[in-house]
């Protein structure tokens, strides 16, 4: 985390969080005037007593936060300064000295000024020690930003990716809605198709947006999985009339993930084979994951070559096999579109690295009969 911004996360992500929190005890006051709950009174109110410490003890870790970044940032003023004085006294010293020479026998004397080092030294052992005292303020925020969130977020499994967002109760796919959900939720990762819009504008959506739909930016989508912690599955799709797609979309969307310090976290996925030596000649860190079915040595040699990291392949009746050719040749494996937990789970036994499913994790029912994460039957 570069912590010159680090207000800016607090303010997004933390005080969401709480917000959060806030949302709880507001459901909690509810249960407690329902009549469904008016036999159970003593356990809504615990609960809503509960909410409000939990509340109260992440108001606390925020304001410590703050109190930390003001005295964070005042350090960084004084080290400003004290890099100023050393500056000024390299470039106009101030110590002092004279010297004496015989000039046609008269004794001569000339003020010479030269660098204080001692000065200069004392400065820069003041700015050893705000620089160390920083680190330990930088060590402490980071433990209390991820103690305020890490209880409000579920856990992630490290397996599970949403397909175009986390899309139950109707939430729209490739949305800020459903991308938010996702985090929420524990997903590892988030996918989402990336395009350019008529306009020229990188944007989610499947197909090429209509005139006047409300589209959710490529920009929006990579925040919120800086957010929530979540890889950026980012399905490559070509829209027409705006330059040569393999020419422009590849290096626009490298450019911002860089800007945004997520180069390490984003994934570019295509199932077009010509992609991928661009995709690496453009970018020599660029993670890349090929989109096929197809497990032919041509296409092992491709992905070996580029350096390929995953495949990600279709659930369907030769999955398993491709598998297990993948896994031979050293890549990893992600399996979509999974609707089935137990799907899920032999995929997983199988060697499978993730899956990519619209509710693996779980809100309706998979099967009849058969519950899903939430124990809904």
């Known amino acids: 985390m570069i912590f010159d911004s680090v207000a800016e996360f607090i303010d997004n992500k ?38 409000i410490d939990k509340v109260y003890d992440s108001l606390n870790t925020f304001n410590n936060i703050l109190s930390n970044l003001a005295l964070y940032k005042e350090n960084k003023k004084k080290i400003s300064e004290l890099e100023r004085q050393i500056e000024q006294e390299i470039n106009n010293p101030s ?9 046609n026998g008269v004794t001569k004397t000339v003020i010479k000024y030269v660098v204080d080092q ?22 402490n925020m980071t433990v209390s930003c991820n103690s305020i969130t890490s209880s409000n977020i579920k856990s992630k499994n490290n397996t599970d990716i949403s397909h175009r967002g986390y899309r139950v109760g109707g939430v729209r796919e490739n949305s800020a ?9 524990g997903f590892w990762g988030c996918e989402a198709d990336v395009r350019f819009d008529s306009s020229g504008n990188l944007v989610c959506s499947h197909n090429a947006p209509m005139s006047g739909e409300q589209v959710t930016s490529f920009e929006t989508y990579l925040d919120i999985c800086k957010q929530y912690g979540m890889t ?41 084979p010509t992609d991928i030596p661009y995709i690496r000649q453009t970018s020599s860190d660029a993670r ?9 040595q041509k296409n092992l040699d491709l992905i070996k070559q580029n350096g390929v990291e995953c495949v990600n ?13 993948l896994k031979q040749n050293g890549v990893d494996v992600c399996v979509w579109n999974v609707q089935s937990k137990s799907r899920k789970d032999k995929l997983l036994d199988s060697g499978a690295t993730y899956i990519m499913s619209d509710n693996v994790l779980g809100i309706t029912p998979y099967q009849s009969g058969e519950k899903d994460y939430n124990g809904i039957v």
């Open 177 to 185: 809605e459903a991308f938010i959900l996702a985090g929420e939720n």
């Open 288 to 296: 890349i994951w090929y989109l096929t079915d197809v497990t032919s």
């Open 14 to 51: 933390n005080l969401d969080v709480l917000n959060c929190d806030f949302s709880s005890i507001k459901s909690n006051i509810k249960n407690i005037w329902s009549g469904s709950v008016a036999s159970s009174f003593d356990l809504s109110f615990n609960g809503f007593i509960s909410a």
């Open 232 to 272: 950026a599955i980012i399905d490559l799709k070509y829209a027409k009339g705006v330059g040569p797609a393999d020419a422009d979309l590849s290096p626009a969307i490298i450019r911002m993930i860089e800007e945004k310090g997520m180069i390490d976290s984003c994934v570019l996925q295509t199932n077009n």
């Open 313 to 325: 392949i279709q659930s369907g009746e030769n999955n398993l096999y491709n598998i297990n050719i």
């Open 118 to 139: 001692e000065l200069i030294d004392r400065l820069r052992n003041q700015i050893n020690i705000l620089l160390e005292e920083n680190e330990n303020l930088k060590e």
């Open 95 to 103: 110590l002092k000295t004279t010297e004496s020479y015989v000039e």
